[in-house]
């Protein structure tokens, strides 16, 4: 038997294991990662996303998104730089999930499908021969960051019930804009200012949460196996990326239990010493 067919025989017994919903949405010929419908659609995000170049390469856009990553969250893109650098793509006949993510809206004669599926702890990804190619580079990109980025998911405990902010985390980091964008709250109530910043505010919330909990996990690790190197070079730079985050929740989140919560995430950050 080849090599390579044993892996998608092995690939196919294993699918339970999978943890990554990557797919696309097929409008005509033309699939698009579902990251970039969702967050582009102006029924949903409206995110106004790079545009799609086909003169620029795949690792150009991996490129620029990772570096887009290193900005948003420092944490995120230390764990998912070393995944990336050993990354090997494999086109197979097929990929399949048991699961699918929620579709809240869907253009009339687009269907949703699956088409990248990667192993816990594997170095391949594997993706499907048929749909891949006909993504542009920038979707190609979009797909190869999406699955290791579910990789990271799957294991933070937190992230693995917001399928919605990964998508939109991922749509993010292929535009110019901010993951939350400034709403102007001049000549509105203070019950107005509630409503129209409570979106943005829970989203900062859920990001720093997560951000927080990997970043007290990565010191303790590092302190458990007493390897100084770990992460005691950056650790600043991440602190003081983290208290940027509290400060700007702390100014954009204007109502009680926002304002509350960051104040407890700030005293966090502020308890954590390095290795």
Known sequence: MKPLLFLFLLLSNLSAFAYSPGGVMVCGKRPILYSFYEGGNPHLHNIKLWKDDRSITREQY??????????????????????????????????????????????????????????YDSKFLF?????????????????????????????????????????????????????????????????????????????????????????????????KQEDKSGITSTFDKIKNLIHETVDGCQKNCLWDEGQKTCEDMQKTVDSVKGC
């Not at 290193?70 to 999930?97: C, M, N």
């Not at 980025?149 to 985390?169: H, I, L, Q, T």
Request: charged share 25%; with cysteine.
């Open 62 to 119: 991996i490129v620029r998104a990772m570096l887009r990553m290193k900005e948003q969250s420092r944490v995120i893109y230390d764990s998912i730089l070393p995944v990336l650098q050993h990354i090997q793509i494999i086109e197979a006949g097929f990929v399949t999930h048991e699961g699918l993510p929620e579709i809240p809206f869907v253009d009339q004669g687009c269907s949703y499908q699956e088409i990248a599926d990667k192993q």
């Open 127 to 223: 993706v499907d021969m048929y749909l891949y190619p006909r993504l542009s580079p920038m979707g190609q990109a979009g797909v190869i960051i999406q699955e290791l980025f579910f990789g990271f998911m799957n294991d933070v405990e937190e992230y693995k019930s917001d399928p919605d902010f990964a998508r939109k985390f991922i749509a993010n980091l292929f535009s110019d804009e901010p993951l939350g964008k400034k709403i102007d709250t001049t000549n509105m109530t203070a019950d107005q200012k509630r409503i129209a910043t409570s979106g943005f505010c829970t989203s900062s919330l859920n990001m720093l949460a997560k951000e927080l909990k990997v970043f007290v996990e990565t010191v303790e690790q590092c302190r």
